[in-house]
């Protein structure tokens, strides 16, 4: 029933992570076959939506030491500093091969790269394709992939399951969604470059897509989740979509101002604003340049100091003003120009002639599939990169333009050390592996398709939408024992509830229904270890911010968690140290 | 639902399945000012119907997915405000000239190998060198083929184009649009490996420049205009041809 695709390397997710790394596998050895297998097809992948850029040092003014002290502090010392000096040392490479396969950065008058100011970056050292640089950065890879005879695209597949035999990773049973057929899809290395999982949160800046399914994958596999309590609140979305007004309309000057018309960044210890005259505006590391984290809370603060404003016609929702009019039409339409297509559109406004409302939108998962440095897993023959994964360069709080440049050096690391462990393990037996598929298949067909739950069902979409606003509610910017425990219980209640999801659509032709279904069982589990994460550490650090426990702890707490999943019970939550090399814990400062 | 308005939704369904016939299906939908037709779906899909199927992914008209036809014109659902066709009925079809595999999907597989054929990527030999630095490229010669990179593959433009529906084997204008992007991007040197592709008649000389597909383009790609470039430079060719001395270097 199932039938078996053969290859030698499966990488599941087509976005800039997959992408890349299906590239990888092709130039390192002709010889392998790539599958590369998504659930949409690779061009709708969430990292088009990416706007600001990709961060590499490669002004004569900027320095790779500069880079790494900023992703570090900019993590809260909570990120692996092996990992962040392989990530800053490879950025430029990385950027140019992009630039060589065709990526459309913006350029200076002589025609080499330009560079944008970003958050919590001491120098300018993000590349851009004006403010569509995700979207540039997909197709590039994308298309770049159609020159590889040896990659196979699995378009609209949904990976269901890791196969797993002999304690190894062996391909994956993956649903056709143009049939509804259960495919086993195996490979003697399977890397996973699923993304995220910001739509496990109500108010998101994430796509519909974005539901964890590798995190959940690798979980209910086994391997542990890293650092799932740290979820980036991005400052500015707009007030009822969660659109994203990318960091670059800061980077250029625009600025932060509450509805007092006063840029409150400075009452949260971010510096001294210069007057937007100023040829010295915008500076880095400081006020609009400073970090997600910290622009994010200071929003929280301000609402509670009753500083913001209230949109009516999204159901009062608080919001205070990014404002880039004096950067002018011109500039405007150069360097931002689907900001204000989005605004326009969107909000029914524009930025060049009335400030943008926004509000703090979650965006990011720092946290993801455990990894080393090479993209190993803790079961053998299962890599990850990207979104998915956590190496970890990110640690407590990421900054933005530097997961753009991750997605490509981690998806080929990962790549490279797939590929060359591609042989080194006993290929599993195909039958075992086929049969796994098959009971695959059947678990769905009766736990979901069979329409055994037709009394006392729940519509899938009551179980995500709860789920949602749950977490939106106890795992918010602020979070304290009480409200994480209120979410962790709640979450135990959904999964019996998602138990009993009963479907309107039975058959097998692109039934969306079943896919999202099956996401919400996923979203679950990815849900339950950011809580379970949350309340394990009882510390303050970056994006987790515990009003119970306000300070940074470093003696018990300058280390990772790990979420093991447990069956019918809550997840196990272990710990593993943080890799210190040369800059030890310090004070972090913005602004001064 | 907090709704403010009412407005009906006549949706396309097939079920390859069933073995039934089309027909249009009609849900009444409260909707919010702000709500746009992906929105209406998506609400249907949730509380009243799980069996319709569409595509949809980042809902702010960069992915691509979610073009269908509303009110007969293509559109992205996500960029289509309900309240632009109060007080309704909205009529809602899977984008026209393709196969349809179920209600709004329609099969995009028959693109996706046609893009393909354009080589769509840099061709020089340094290509994977990185050791000297990017290529320099100024902002003047970005614009010479920008606006044809910011094709997002939603295929509005083979929904609108007429050539589509009398000649299935044309490449069509987002396929020639991308071939002509690499064509006038300085950087690349692979302009005779996409002439076969290009040229002929189901290549730039089927397009009967009616210019639809830059009209029904969101990201204003303008493939007509690449259309109408890449056939100058083709025209240019071919007289080079004649007037140049057999043996002279090109």
Same mark, same amino acid.
């Given at each position: 029933m199932a039938e078996t695709f053969e290859h030698d390397v499966v990488v599941v997710g087509g976005g800039g992570a997959g992408l890349r790394a299906a590239i990888a596998v092709a130039e390192r050895n002709p010889e392998l076959s790539v599958a590369l297998l998504s659930k949409v097809y690779p061009m709708r992948s969430h990292t088009v939506t990416a706007e600001g850029g990709a961060a590499g040092v490669i002004k004569s003014n900027d320095d790779l030491e500069t880079h790494c002290y900023d992703t570090v502090s900019g993590a809260d010392w909570l990120a692996d500093q092996d990992a962040v000096e392989i990530l800053v040392n490879d950025a430029p490479r990385q950027l140019i091969q992009l630039e060589h396969w065709g990526c459309p950065w913006s350029r200076e008058r002589d025609g080499s790269v330009a560079v944008r100011s970003f958050g919590g970056m001491k120098n300018q050292r993000t590349w851009y394709a004006a403010d569509k640089s995700g979207f540039h950065m997909l197709h590039t890879l994308f298309q770049t992939t159609l020159k590889y005879p040896t990659i196979?695209?699995?378009?609209?597949?949904?990976?269901?399951?890791?196969?797993?035999?002999?304690?190894?990773?062996?391909?994956?049973?993956?649903?056709?969604?143009? @049939?509804?057929?259960?495919?086993?899809? @195996?490979?003697?290395?399977?890397?996973?470059?699923?993304?995220?999982?910001?739509?496990?949160?109500?108010?998101?800046?994430?796509?519909?897509?974005? %539901?964890?399914?590798?995190?959940?994958?690798?979980?209910?596999?086994? *391997?542990?989740?890293?650092?799932?309590?740290?979820?980036?609140?991005?400052? @500015?979305? =707009?007030?009822?979509?969660?659109?994203?007004? %990318? #960091?670059?309309?800061?980077?250029?000057?625009?600025?932060?101002?509450?509805?007092?018309?006063?840029?409150?960044?400075?009452?949260?210890?971010?510096?001294?604003?210069? #007057? *937007? %005259?100023?040829?010295?505006?915008?500076?880095?590391?400081?006020?609009?340049?400073?970090?997600?984290?910290?622009?994010?809370?200071?929003?929280?603060? #301000?609402? #509670?100091?009753?500083? %913001?404003?209230?949109?009516?016609?999204?159901?009062? &929702?608080?919001?205070?003003?990014?404002?880039?009019?004096?950067?002018?039409?011109?500039?405007?339409?150069?360097? =931002?120009?689907? &900001?204000?297509? =989005?605004?326009?559109?969107?909000?029914?406004?524009?930025?060049?002639?009335?400030?943008?409302?926004?509000?703090?939108? *979650?965006h990011y998962t720092m946290g993801g599939i455990d990894t080393d440095i090479d993209g190993r897993t803790a079961l053998p023959g299962l890599y990850a990169a990207g979104e998915c994964a956590c190496v970890s360069v990110n640690g407590a709080n990421r900054l933005g333009s530097n997961s753009l440049v991750e997605i490509l050096v981690f998806g080929e690391r990962a790549a490279n050390t797939a590929t060359e462990e591609a042989g080194e393990l006993k290929r599993p037996n195909p039958d075992a592996l086929r049969t796994q598929a098959k009971d695959e298949a059947k678990r769905i067909q009766q736990t979901l398709l069979n329409g055994a739950n037709a009394n006392g069902g729940v519509r899938p979409a009551h179980v995500r939408n709860k789920l949602r606003k749950v977490m939106e509610a106890g795992c918010g910017i602020f979070r304290d024992a009480g409200t994480i425990q209120t979410a962790c219980d709640a979450l135990a209640e959904l999964s019996e509830q998602a138990a009993r999801m009963t479907l309107d659509d039975h058959g097998g032709a692109y039934n969306t229904q079943l896919i999202n279904a099956l996401e919400i069982t996923g979203m679950l589990e990815v849900a339950s270890a950011m809580a379970h994460s949350a309340h394990a550490r009882t510390e303050s650090r970056g994006s987790h911010q515990r009003t119970d426990y306000p300070e940074r702890d470093d003696a018990q707490f300058l280390k990772h968690t790990l979420a093991y999943r447990q069956e019918a019970a809550a997840p196990r939550i272990d710990w593993k140290d943080v890799t210190i090399t040369r800059w030890p814990p310090g004070e972090r400062t913005y602004g001064r | 639902m907090a709704g403010e308005k009412r407005i009906t939704l006549e949706i396309f369904r097939y079920n390859p399945e069933d073995g039934g016939e089309p027909f249009f299906q009609s849900y009444e939908v409260e909707y919010l000012n702000h709500w746009v037709v992906l929105d209406a779906i998506n609400w249907i899909k949730d509380e009243i119907d799980g069996t319709i199927a569409h595509r949809w992914t980042c809902r702010m008209g960069v992915c691509g997915s979610c073009g269908m036809m509303v009110n007969g014109e293509p559109k992205l659902s996500c960029h289509s405000l309900l309240r632009d066709y109060a007080p309704g009925p909205v009529r809602v079809e899977p984008l026209q000239h393709f196969p349809v595999e179920k209600d709004l999907m329609i099969d995009k597989s028959g693109f996706m190998e046609r893009l393909a054929e354009v080589k769509p990527y840099i061709i020089r030999d340094d290509v994977n060198d990185t050791g000297n630095g990017e290529y320099l490229q100024t902002p003047a010669q970005i614009a010479a083929y920008h606006e044809h990179s910011m094709c997002i593959n939603c295929m509005l433009c083979y929904a609108g184009c007429p050539v589509m529906s009398l000649e299935p084997a044309f490449l069509g204008p987002a396929a020639l649009a991308l071939g002509q992007r690499y064509n006038l991007d300085s950087r690349d040197k692979g302009q005779a490996e996409r002439v076969d592709a290009m040229s002929g008649d189901e290549g730039l000389w089927g397009c009967t420049f009616v210019g639809e597909c830059s009209v029904v383009c969101p990201k204003h790609v303008d493939p007509a205009g690449a259309i109408q470039k890449g056939k100058i430079a083709a025209a240019k060719q071919w007289y080079a041809n004649f007037i140049k001395p057999k043996g002279a270097k090109k």
């Open positions: 196979t695209r699995y378009d609209e597949h949904y990976a269901a399951k890791l196969l797993i035999e002999d304690g190894r990773c062996g391909g994956v049973a993956a649903l056709d969604l143009r @049939t509804g057929s259960m495919r086993a899809i @195996t490979a003697n290395s399977v890397i996973l470059a699923t993304g995220g999982a910001g739509y496990v949160f109500a108010f998101t800046t994430n796509g519909a897509i974005k %539901t964890g399914d590798g995190m959940a994958l690798a979980y209910r596999a086994g *391997v542990p989740l890293k650092d799932m309590e740290f979820v980036q609140y991005h400052p @500015t979305g =707009l007030p009822g979509t969660g659109i994203l007004i %990318t #960091e670059a309309a800061r980077g250029e000057g625009g600025i932060m101002l509450n509805r007092h018309g006063r840029r409150y960044l400075q009452d949260y210890d971010l510096g001294q604003p210069l #007057e *937007v %005259t100023d040829p010295r505006h915008p500076q880095n590391r400081m006020m609009e340049l400073g970090p997600r984290d910290r622009l994010s809370q200071a929003f929280h603060y #301000e609402r #509670e100091k009753g500083n %913001t404003f209230k949109m009516e016609e999204f159901e009062d &929702v608080d919001a205070v003003h990014l404002d880039i009019r004096h950067l002018g039409e011109k500039r405007i339409d150069e360097r =931002l120009p689907f &900001v204000r297509e =989005l605004c326009r559109d969107y909000q029914g406004i524009d930025p060049v002639h009335e400030p943008i409302p926004v509000r703090p939108v *979650v | -």
